[in-house]
């Protein structure tokens, strides 16, 4: 129980204080805009400034981040940029903590404390504990903690035994949130889903999924104590909600179901030839600290511990059309109601945080081409600083053609490559994977990207049995059905700060004489959203909706110039409305929310949702306050779900699962923003034609082509 | 009006078929496979002895396309070939014609024949006329004699001279099919929508699109006299149906608005630096002749004139997984009520044809990196067989990450990247152009992917008005509301050739103390198709078709092997249901259609659909034959569309609109059949890391890492 870098003294609180300012001075570009995101030095300051303030205390922070300044401020900065003036003033950099202090000199019992830190004159402004009625985020200090208490414990160690497993097998892991069923607030605790390493191979990256134990065990994370080991459900269908059917043997019937590439038993595949990426000339991008040019888009890559990466700021060719996008949050609950798999239901980022689950992104590998890294600082359990180097990354890619005519009476096709933007970011969560990218294409769109890949959480079934609950997906293993709900939280700026939401139909006509005599027409119907409010995707009736701004039309069309989302219309929330489950999750029971931009309107499912039993202060809450969004500075919501009914295919590590939701410009523009772009040529792209007689007997088969 | 290659004479005839008998015998790669397309010489042979039986006649040519063997000689074919046996026998070769021939020596009037030849003993088995109440599908040979005639006719040139037109302006014509209102079989007649080159350049490819004319003339094509100049519609909503509201001089208020290069008043965009695709080490794939081998995937690539590319006898790892997959069929149609436009609907496979309306795709033009190219045959309108040589590409294309884990204990990564082998074509129609691309991934699923280009298919408008049926896209232009609905003909073999189609969707289960106490439990609720029929897409309830063969069970989740259709969910035909536009596209009214297989079952429209008026022969009729469709030899169609509210940015050229369609293994495999791809790596990827501050110096930015 180790805490490095306490703080002993007001004088070392000092000391330290004058060490990180010079670095803070030292190195001016560290902070060049009020919205990038705090620097690891900015952190060290937030958390001495906080433990200045309790001199001698044993401190665990959870994370520090970036208040963004007020909007109204940034508009009028953002403004000044983009006109060319050097802005008025320049907000105050402020620091939002969340922390524990632990109680006693040892012992694990603790409190939890907020508080906002003023980085610009160095003062703590307020420190509060955490309000009544909810938790704190999870964080994998305490998860490992506890798990390190947890395997030396006697209940443990007596319940494993019992599972009749091989000798030596090695126990795995993984710490889960407790979750809720109580429609009120409830002790924190923390779950543990437990594996095993097959014992065939007791290889450390083995597919511990392959081999679930029949145990739940449950601890206090107040007192770090063993509350009990619960037995999980490893029934079949026939068996309903009964426990301890295993066999006294609980894994032998579980194969070896390996992922890593020296396990494979056949071996690799020794056909795939490599295909690289190659820009000769180098990026079209220009990166200037976190401020991206590209192919007329200019905007800036935020980031932070919960959302990961952030987009700010964005512009087409000088005009401005989106002021923050992110992915506010999201919520996977699972479908068996065999306790305690009910309550299984991850808050990804709000229990835990996206920038914190973010993966530090590898060159070659997860990216093609010639590649651009952004950092992210996050604050290490004892407060100070430390910086994910590769958090975020950037880079083209083609994306095939963007648009093509062939005029058939000269036969003179032209025709342009769609080359995209990507910023990119990959989080693990225990045993998933989410590969979020935001795409910027030369045709003034933005699309979001998501890729569900990484491995099923799965729990323990008896040989030979099937669930209704689930899929079984390898002997031994249930995966459960589940869903995975998205939502993207949107700060249009179409044009101008004021914007509109219009829901767009396309309505067929009924048969009438005077309107509709064959029959065939079809008309759009538009209904301009006026109060906060939510609505669902019909796409039986082509329902799109439209960010407009209502004060300035498209010269041709006389429409207001707009960006139109075509909502995703995947399922979504299925538990029961009355569930806790779904009154957690709220934002996740409509497609589409406008509300009325107001400052920490961030979260979708509410500030805390670990442990929560009611989303409070989401989106549901936001559109309850009934204001005006016509007009009006809006923030636009658009949840977005995949119900997965898990395959065979899907284990031991599922092919990416892939769901694209697009912002397109719409009337925005007085022609295809892309009709500029060069068109394509061999003479630039070389490609190379495959010659099959060269291929048949074993050669490199290319020839150029001119 | 020159009709080259005719038969004079029964030794001509012969003399003829000796030369191309020679041909097809001294290049027997020519016709390797059963199911191979035609070669030119093959369509050749059979339009000399089609001619032969009408010697001294003027003939056009429409097609000459290969008729598939029967299904039951195809199976026990592909059966033998899979198992390493030599097949039994070699079906014959067989053909079929449409063409005209003309009454007389001269003049227009014709009569159309369909017929049989068998290429394999030289007979025409069977020629009889085209049947009763329905027309042929048009031919670009028709639509260019017949506008030759129409601008020298005077009723063309007094009709233009009343427009009011600059001087020398120059007018172009978009033939368009004349199209059906009633419900009875009409006179043949054609279209022309006419536009002008836009005076201020006059260029030969200038968007004529920008310059509509209010002028629609209609010819009677057996005589190929003008029957009238009909007035466009041109107002605004104000307007109603009134004719004649637009100003004398009917295009002054019109804009260049252009695509090509060198037309771009602004110049082009110069910071775009050229981004390559590199194989060094050549293709992954093999091909021998029609036949594709990559990365266990092996298949057939077919042609004909009719659906261009077809994708044959597809297996995965030796295992059977599709017999047949192809677009049928698609329809366009318009949603403006106003004569002549409420006649406004293509169906471009069935009324000319995806194989001749194909582009000869240009070598790293089309598509990036190591590119093949397939070959297509067609019948010239003199019978004679040319060979479009670009027909088809195929090509590997990177697809970022297919699956990633890390194991957060050690912090090892394991991903692979999702290599995917496209099979592409490209169709211009006048003014629009489709980009269609069979992908096949690693994880074993198949990806069917439209991309909507080109030019939107204008009418002109008066000055400063906008109208209720469109939107308008540039001054004087309106892009009339329609649809694109294409329909995907599927027939399955999955694991063998008998299959069935089971509905599933994730349904909630009701709040109950003995099987959902807390409100989070759902279900899956499947329903096997039992009798032809149609269904609709239902994401609300995560409705998903999954093609699977009951007799072979996945031996882990005991389901039987399959592959999963999770359908487009776009909205489908707007037309009233008793309109004509409806009933001749009853295939576009529903999402999934499940029939029993017929040969000839290949026309989702039925077979003739130029001039229809009702669907004959289509979906419709086949689901209503009521046969079992369960374990059955049976087909799967996929009806899915778009509905196209065209923005100002869809012109000049429409920035592409992707729509993709999967077809995923679900519990087929008894894992991730992507799991032993090898794992991706900066060795071989070569990935590039961006130097920002060599960027900042212009430098070209790059800098290899270890």
């Known amino acids: 129980m180790q805490h490095t870098s306490a703080i002993h003294s007001a ?73 060319g003036r050097t802005p008025a003033g320049r907000p105050d950099r402020v620091a939002e903590a969340l922390y524990s202090i632990f109680d006693h000199e040892t012992g694990w019992s603790y409190k939890v404390y907020e508080a906002i830190v003023n980085l610009t004159n160095n003062q703590v402004v307020e420190e509060t504990p955490l309000p009544e009625g909810v938790a704190e985020a999870l964080s994998f200090k305490s998860m490992a903690d506890a798990q390190a208490i947890l395997v030396e414990s006697k209940e443990f160690k007596d319940a494993v035994a019992k599972l009749g497993l091989p000798e030596n097998v090695v126990v795995e892991i993984d710490p889960w949130m407790y979750g809720v069923d109580q429609p009120k607030f409830g002790p924190n605790r923390l779950s543990f889903l437990c594996y095993a390493r097959h014992p065939s191979n007791n290889h450390p990256d083995g597919n511990l999924y392959a081999v679930p134990l029949p145990i739940i065990p449950i601890m206090d994370l107040q007192t770090m104590k063993v509350l009990s080991i619960d037995p999980a459900a490893s029934g079949g269908t026939e068996d309903g909600f009964a426990y301890n059917t295993h066999p006294e043997k609980a894994i032998d019937h579980c194969i070896a179901n390996e992922y890593v590439p020296e396990l494979q038993a056949n071996g690799l595949r020794k056909d795939l030839k490599p295909l690289q990426v190659v820009q000769p000339e180098g990026a079209s991008f220009k990166i200037t600290g976190r401020l991206v040019e ?35 949050d999201m919520t996977v609950p699972y479908g068996d109601p065999r306790t305690p798999y009910h309550r299984k239901q991850a808050f990804d980022l709000g229990d835990i945080g996206a920038g914190i689950s973010a993966n530090n992104l590898a060159l070659g590998c997860d990216c093609l081409g010639l590649i651009h890294y952004f950092p992210g600082a996050l604050a290490s359990y004892t407060g100070e600083g430390e910086v994910k180097g590769n958090a975020v990354c950037l880079h083209e890619q083609d994306m095939g053609i963007g648009w093509k005519h062939t005029n058939y009476r000269t036969n003179r096709a032209v025709l342009t490559r769609n080359r995209m933007l990507v910023v990119q970011q990959i989080l693990t969560v225990a045993n998933y994977e989410y590969i979020f990218a935001w795409q910027f294409d030369q045709a003034g769109a933005i699309h979001f990207e998501t890729r569900a890949t990484g491995i099923l959480s799965t ?6 049995k099937v669930s209704e609950w689930g899929n079984v997906v390898s002997p031994g293993v249930l995966a459960q059905y589940h869903q995975h709900i998205f939502c993207l939280r949107i700060d249009p700026a179409v044009d101008g700060w004021k914007n509109s939401v219009v829901q767009e139909e396309a309505v067929s006509l009924p048969i009438s004489k005077e309107r509709n005599p064959f029959g065939n027409a079809f008309v759009t119907q538009k209904t301009v959203i006026k109060s906060s409010s939510y609505a669902d995707a019909a796409p039986e009736k082509n329902r799109v909706f439209k960010i407009v701004n209502p ?23 299925l538990a029961d409305p009355g569930s806790v489950s779904a009154q957690r999750a709220r934002f996740a029971q409509h497609h589409l929310w406008v509300t009325k931009h107001r400052d920490g309107d961030l979260w979708c499912g509410g500030k805390y949702t670990n442990q929560s039993f009611r989303e409070d202060g989401g989106l549901q809450d936001m559109v309850e306050r009934s204001e005006n969004v016509e007009n009006e500075d809006i923030l636009v919501w658009h949840t977005f ?18 769901h694209t939701v697009s912002l397109k410009p719409a009337d925005f523009f007085t022609q295809n923003p892309a009709i500029d772009v060069p068109a394509s040529s061999q003479l630039v792209n070389q490609s190379v034609l495959y010659d099959e007689r060269a291929a048949a007997v074993g050669k490199p088969a290319s020839k150029c082509c001119s």
């Open 551 to 573: 004060a300035k039309l498209n010269p041709y069309s006389k429409n207001p110039v707009g960006y139109k989302l075509v909502p995703h219309t995947g399922q979504l929330l």
């Open 294 to 328: 590209w192919q007329k888009w200019r905007f800036r890559v935020g980031w932070n511990y919960r959302e990961g990466m952030v987009i700010n700021d964005v512009t087409y060719n000088g005009r401005r059309v989106f002021h923050r996008l992110s992915l506010s």
């Open 641 to 658: 779900g995949m119900t997965h009914i898990p395959r065979v295919e899907d284990f031991p590590v599922m092919p990416v699962e892939v």
């Open 459 to 464: 729990c323990p079934i008896d040989p030979g």
């Open 11 to 83: 004088a070392q609180a000092n000391d330290r204080l004058k060490t990180l300012q010079a670095q803070l001075g030292a190195t001016p570009s560290e902070y060049t805009h009020p919205l990038d995101p705090l620097s690891a030095t900015e952190i060290s300051v937030a958390s001495t400034l906080i433990k200045a303030r309790h001199v001698g205390k044993r401190f665990q922070f959870r994370y520090v981040t970036l208040v963004e300044p007020p909007k109204t401020v940034m508009t009028a900065y953002l403004d000044d940029e983009l006109a």
